[in-house]
């Protein structure tokens, strides 16, 4: 079956600009994650959602970086006026089962590798 | 910030020798999983292990858990070149609804 994809792969933005980040998780899935990877680094949370409920933003580093998910599916993730320290892999992780003890494995997108010139 | 550290960061063996991997994490934990990452692929769920279990396996992968140490291992026996990848524990908070990550070890299996 599909599981967790992204789009797009890769993203080239100069400095300044917004940039949105897509994830389709899967189908019925009701938690959905998003994390930052630095190169040579492990993954940093961001955000959680459970359906269309944003639980957790803890982990999203500024007031530039924003996250929805209108419907419960498709979540999309906006950058405003990008810094070069935004650079990274941005990764979507979908999860079937919901609640806080996260007792089941989450399913990784392929990630959207950013570019901030 | 990244919660568990991997030991060691890198790791270059032969196929068909042993790896072994460590992870130690500062928090308790309800359960702890072990991820590896292909170049260019996403994270792909290997294995986990909750708080109150001490041993797992899953074909080739032996994980053992030590709460009172704060410490994780994953062994894999009988590595085929396939195995070169990076990979990662995650822990998850008792309290939290997030994974949290180390740096990843770095695995190099050579024919």
């Known amino acids: 079956g599909a599981g967790v994809s992204q789009s797009p792969r890769y993203k080239v933005a100069k400095r300044g600009q917004d940039v949105a980040l897509r994830c389709d998780p899967i189908?019925?899935?009701?938690?959905l994650f998003w994390y930052q990877q630095a190169l040579g680094q492990g993954p940093e949370f961001l955000t959680y959602?459970?359906?269309?409920?944003?639980?957790?933003k803890s982990g999203l580093p500024s007031d530039r970086f924003f996250a929805e998910r209108p419907e419960g599916s498709v979540s999309t993730l906006k950058i405003q006026r990008t810094q070069q320290e935004d650079s990274a892999v941005y990764l979507c992780?979908?999860?079937?089962?919901?609640?806080?003890?996260?007792?089941?494995?989450?399913?990784f997108g392929p990630g959207t590798r950013l570019t901030v010139t | 910030s990244q919660q568990g550290e991997e030991d060691p960061q890198a790791l270059s063996i032969q196929e068909g020798e042993n790896a072994t991997m460590n992870c130690s994490y500062k928090?308790?934990?309800?359960?702890l999983q072990w991820y590896r990452q292909n170049s260019g692929r996403g994270l792909v769920h290997l294995i986990l292990?909750?708080?109150?279990?001490r041993e797992k396996h899953s074909g080739r992968l032996r994980v053992t858990l030590d709460t009172s140490k704060k410490s994780s291992s994953l062994l894999i026996t009988a590595s085929r070149a396939a195995d070169t990848a990076s990979y990662f524990c995650?822990?998850?908070?008792?309290?939290?609804?997030?994974?949290?990550f180390g740096k990843g070890t770095t695995l190099s299996v050579s024919s």
């Open positions: 995650a822990t998850v908070h008792q309290a939290g609804t997030a994974l949290i």
């Open positions: 189908s019925g899935h009701v938690s």
């Open positions: 992780a979908s999860s079937l089962i919901s609640g806080r003890s996260l007792s089941y494995e989450q399913y």
């Open positions: 959602f459970q359906n269309e409920a944003q639980l957790d």
């Open positions: 928090t308790s934990i309800n359960n």
């Open positions: 292990i909750r708080s109150n279990e």
